[in-house]
């Protein structure tokens, strides 16, 4: 392949690189936890077919990431996002994610289901359990929903967002994903991830422009981080296959090991031991590998202890 046409500075100075936030975390298999709520909440999520958006890395040329985020913007004449990686301008859609992921595959003989609405999705929760009725989604938290399903909730969340805090509320999208996994539905995953990875773009878009409104305030700046490094990675790999753009083996790389992830989770409320359990796992979710696991034996325990 011939050099690349212009060098890492040319694309963006290292003075313009912006730091990696914090998000859209990893699930390391290999780094289980010893509560079963957490073991058979990841068994359950193998069941999928986006899990692998959770597991799945790669490893890419920092620059690559940095003029991703540095060129990408909406274009209203196409309806869709755009960025530039190497000299070449890509398109972004919900399926370049999907393609990226290797997850829920569109097949053409059988549709997929609309999402819940909100509606259903706050009866949805009600009937999970909640210390009180739920009556709006925005007052939704993780640290209040009873388990095993907050377990799953923060899980998912974290994988998408890599926000962490228990009272972090969950956005329709995340409590779509749960609604689909419980229900076993046939619903776009990719979809619903698309839908928060854009919001990641618009967040991050916005605080670009009001550190640029700042600095001309002369205000003190407001630092901007990346968001879902897992993700970006993901798409850059992707195109970076089927576009053969250069692979810049002299650039500095961003590896797996050092994207945040996953950390062990909490079970039970702030300031107390106490776990709180409701609706039961249903059994279409419990397969011959949870049943047969002693994991299982000691989450049913669990449940028989605190209910």
Not at 194 to 216: G, M, V, Y
Not at 249 to 259: D, G
Request: proline share 7%; hydrophobic share 35%.
């Amino acid at each position: 392949m011939a050099p690349p046409v212009r060098t890492d500075e040319q694309i963006l100075p290292r003075i313009r690189w912006v730091p990696i936030g914090k998000s859209n975390c990893y699930l390391n298999e290999e780094k289980s936890q010893p509560s079963p709520i957490f073991k058979i909440a990841v068994d359950i999520l193998k069941q999928t077919n986006f899990f692998r958006a959770f597991t799945a890395s790669s490893t890419i040329p920092a620059i690559y990431i940095q003029q991703f985020w540095d060129t990408i913007c909406f274009d209203s004449k196409a309806g869709s996002y755009k960025c530039q990686l190497d000299e070449q301008w890509f398109d972004l859609t919900q399926d370049t994610l999907r393609d990226a992921l290797q997850i829920t595959p569109v097949d053409k003989n059988r549709a997929f289901s609309p999402p819940p609405t909100p509606d259903t999705l706050i009866k949805f929760v009600n009937e999970l359990g909640y210390p009180r009725e739920v009556i709006n989604l925005s007052n939704v938290t993780t640290n209040d929903m009873f388990q095993p399903w907050r377990a799953l909730a923060t899980i998912i969340n974290l994988c998408l967002t890599g926000k962490t805090s228990g009272f972090e509320r969950p956005r329709a999208p995340v409590l779509q994903i749960l609604w689909g996994v419980v229900n076993r539905a046939h619903i776009d995953y990719a979809e619903r991830m698309w839908e928060e990875f854009t919001q990641s773009i618009h967040n991050f878009t916005e605080d670009k422009r009001n550190l640029a409104h700042q600095a001309q305030g002369k205000k003190k700046a407001t630092i901007i981080l990346i968001p879902s490094i897992q993700f970006t990675k993901l798409i850059i790999f992707h195109l970076q296959r089927l576009h053969n753009f250069h692979p810049r083996p002299e650039s500095p790389l961003h590896l797996p090991t050092e994207e945040p992830v996953l950390g062990n989770l909490k079970f039970s409320a702030k300031g107390t031991k106490q776990e709180v359990f409701r609706m039961t796992i249903p059994n279409e979710l419990i397969n011959d590998d949870i049943q047969g696991a002693d994991y299982y034996d000691a989450y049913l325990e669990k449940v028989a202890k605190h209910q």
